[in-house]
Each structure stands twice: as structure tokens, then as C-alpha cells.
């Protein structure tokens, strides 16, 4: 049997986010495997802290907000629990952790643990400045040096990862992003897609309401191609909603596009959908689209990752279209309406993204990194035993 491990995840917070939640879910499986599994919480000053997993939670109490300086307390938090407690692995759930686990590098020097970072978003990054993006480049290259291992979510994005840190293939995993339980893909699966209206279509996006989703560019397409009796549903939350709610009403489309709000679950509004839309300007791989898959429904989405041809199966399940592009998500919006899914290979492709499968799968990894740590420790350990300082006659 494996042994157990004392795993450590850092998470800002319990706010609604796909990193956070695949990682309270690894979390959950991993402890339901006997493991011993630490959350260090920046904060938990959520709205959804009542329903977070039961899972044992450490933070540093505080009678002042942080969250404008989320990267700093989280880092203060992080050092301060590793200071008085032991740890096999620290797990940083996604991009935005490896800042933090880097400070743990310069903080702890060779007392930090071996650490593993889940590539949750895309390397490359449109969006920035030239300048901004050779500097982000460089700080990719360091992350080949500073992590043990580098977890890629599909081949190709592996590929991609071994390119830009220069990590060999050996320290990047592929591990499918553990999105769905194994008991939700069953119940998604039973959800019975019946013909769509040839007079109108409910179109479904989710996600976070932030510039990195393009949500504005969705509804200036939706504009452009729908139809009088066609609905576009945005479930999510965050700081663009109320501008976006405004584009919508000056598109004059505030009756026909609904803003939800945060859900705990978009199974239902799957159920009622009839295409699922993606307009993404990046994205490591998002967990939205898998469960978009498992439900049956075609998708369309922009070329935001490496992984979403494969994820669409060469468009088999689904539409591709140059992200950033307008004009092209619009004729998308138009041809998703007709388009016929393969709906048991789009369900087929959702299997591989369970949570059980990927929590083993990470758990073997981890396991391995310890022996790896404790291997390299005893070897330096023995370096300086064997030094000439060490072995020098004490009278010289």
C-alpha cells in the first residue's frame, strides 16, 4: 500500500474559480485515500465558504481585508505554516501559485519541499505587451528550473511546456484536468438531447466575467447572428459584470441574454441548453468545455489552448474559430445551429477528465517526487560528509 503523504495546496481563497475547485476536489479524493491534506488559505472571507468541501483548512486570522494583495499574504501565510509544520509536497494548483512556490524556493532554500505545479493556463499570452511577454517567457524558463514537476494537461500542451521551460519530458506529466466526478459524468450522461427548435437556440457560456474570457466579444457576435427568439445564458460571476450588462442592453439584446450570477453547478442550465460557446482569448483547459461535452452538447470555441482541437476531436464534437475574431465567432454562432455532434465520442472525451482516475494518477507522481527529494537530500548530505573540510584531521 502506498504510503501516506502530508500534501500542502495554497488557495487565495474559496471564491468561485476553476483552479480552486479542481483543486478542492483533488484534495477530497486525495483524503479520502488516506493522505493528509492541508489547504493554507489566503483568506476566507467568501460567500461561499458555507459550502466549502470538509477538508482541513490553516490561515492566519486577520481583522483587515487582503485581498488586493492576494500574492504577498498568500506567500506570508504559506512561509509561516511550512516554518512550524512538515510537508511532503506542496501542491500549487495552478499559474498563478508558481510565484508563490518560487518565494517558498528563496524562503527556504534547501529546507523548501519538493514541489509540483499544475500548468493551468495557456504559455502563451496574446494579450501582453512585447516587452511584457519576453519577460514573461524568462520567468517561464526559471519555472523549468524551480519546480520538481511541471503537471500538462493533453500532449499537446506538453509539448508545449517542455518548449517554453525548457523542463525535459521526464519532469512534465500529463495528467488530464480532473474536472468531473466519476458519479456527475453519469448523471450528465443521462440527460436526453432532443432535436433543437428550428426557429430558435439557446446558446450557454460560463465562466469567470474577466477580460481573459472575452465575454464582450461573445455578446457583439451574438448580436450580429442571432436570431428574434434566440437566448444566450452567461452563468458566472466577477468585475466585468456590470459592464457587460450594459453592452448587452446598448446592444439592445437585455432581453435575450441572461446573466445567472454564480452557480454552484451548471448541470440544469446544460441540460436546457442546446450549443455551449467558449470565446476565451486563452486557457490551459478549460473544465467548462469537458462538462459541456459530457452533457451531450455541441461546442463552440475559439483556438484559446493547444488542447482544444483535441478536445473538439479535429471537429468531431464541436467548432473552432481564431480566437479575438468577431466576424468568425458570429459565423460559428450561425453554424453551431446545425451542426450534428458525435455525442457518445463527446461524452467518450469527457471520461478521460474524471477526478478518481487524475487524483491516483497525481498521488503516484508525488509519491515518486518524495523518493526523488529524499535520494537527492541523502546524496548532498553525503557530499559534505565527504568534503575535504568535512574530513580534514582535526590537529591540521
Not at 40 to 60: E, F, K, T
Not at 258 to 264: K, Q, R, S
Request: aromatic share 6%; with cysteine; net charge positive.
Amino acid at each position: 500500500m502506498q504510503r501516506a503523504l502530508r500534501i500542502v495546496i495554497p488557495i487565495h481563497s474559496l471564491d468561485p474559480g476553476g483552479v480552486e475547485r479542481v483543486a478542492l476536489g483533488l484534495a477530497m479524493e486525495w483524503q479520502r485515500n488516506g493522505h493528509e491534506v492541508k489547504v493554507v488559505l489566503g483568506r476566507s472571507g467568501s460567500a461561499n465558504l458555507c459550502s466549502a468541501p470538509p477538508l482541513d483548512y490553516w490561515q492566519i486570522p486577520t481583522g483587515f481585508p487582503t485581498a488586493s494583495w492576494e500574492t504577498p499574504w498568500m506567500v506570508h501565510c504559506l512561509f509561516t505554516y511550512l516554518l512550524r509544520h512538515q510537508c511532503d509536497v506542496l501542491f500549487c494548483p495552478g499559474n498563478t501559485y508558481a510565484v508563490v512556490g518560487a518565494a517558498m524556493k528563496v524562503l527556504l532554500g534547501e529546507h523548501a519541499p519538493p514541489m509540483v505545479l499544475k500548468v493551468s493556463n495557456a504559455l502563451e499570452r496574446p494579450d501582453m505587451a512585447p516587452i511584457m511577454r519576453r519577460g514573461y517567457e524568462s520567468w517561464l524558463r526559471l519555472q523549468g528550473s524551480l519546480f520538481d514537476r511541471l503537471v500538462s494537461l493533453s500532449e499537446p500542451m506538453q509539448r508545449e511546456i517542455c518548449k517554453t521551460t525548457l523542463a525535459p519530458p521526464k519532469h512534465v506529466p500529463v495528467i488530464a484536468n480532473p474536472v468531473i466526478p466519476r458519479k456527475r459524468l453519469r448523471n450528465l450522461a443521462r440527460i436526453e438531447r432532443r432535436p433543437g427548435s428550428v426557429w430558435k437556440t439557446a446558446y450557454l457560456a460560463a465562466g469567470r466575467l474577466v477580460p481573459q474570457k472575452n465575454f464582450a466579444m461573445l455578446l457583439r457576435a451574438f448580436a450580429k447572428a442571432a436570431r428574434p427568439h434566440d437566448t444566450l445564458t452567461i452563468a458566472g460571476e466577477g468585475p466585468e459584470r456590470k459592464a457587460l450588462a450594459q453592452l448587452a442592453a446598448d446592444l439592445n439584446l437585455a432581453e435575450r441574454v441572461v446573466f445567472t450570477g454564480y452557480v454552484p453547478t451548471i448541470d440544469a442550465l446544460l441540460a436546457e441548453a442546446d450549443a455551449f460557446v467558449l470565446s476565451s482569448d486563452y486557457e490551459g483547459l478549460p473544465g467548462v468545455v469537458v462538462e459541456a461535452l459530457a452533457a451531450g452538447l455541441p461546442v463552440l470555441a475559439t483556438d484559446c489552448c493547444v488542447s482544444m482541437a483535441c478536445l473538439l476531436d479535429d471537429g468531431r464534437t464541436g467548432l473552432l474559430v481564431k480566437r479575438g475574431n468577431e466576424a468568425a465567432f458570429a459565423d460559428g454562432l450561425v453554424r453551431i445551429r446545425q451542426f450534428q455532434t458525435d455525442a457518445d465520442r463527446a461524452r467518450h472525451i469527457a471520461a478521460g477528465y474524471e477526478i478518481e482516475g487524475a487524483a491516483q494518477r497525481y498521488l503516484d507522481m508525488m509519491a515518486d517526487v518524495r523518493r526523488c527529494h529524499r535520494r537527492e537530500s541523502d546524496r548532498q548530505r553525503n557530499l559534505q560528509l565527504l568534503s575535504p573540510r568535512a574530513t580534514r584531521h582535526p590537529l591540521h
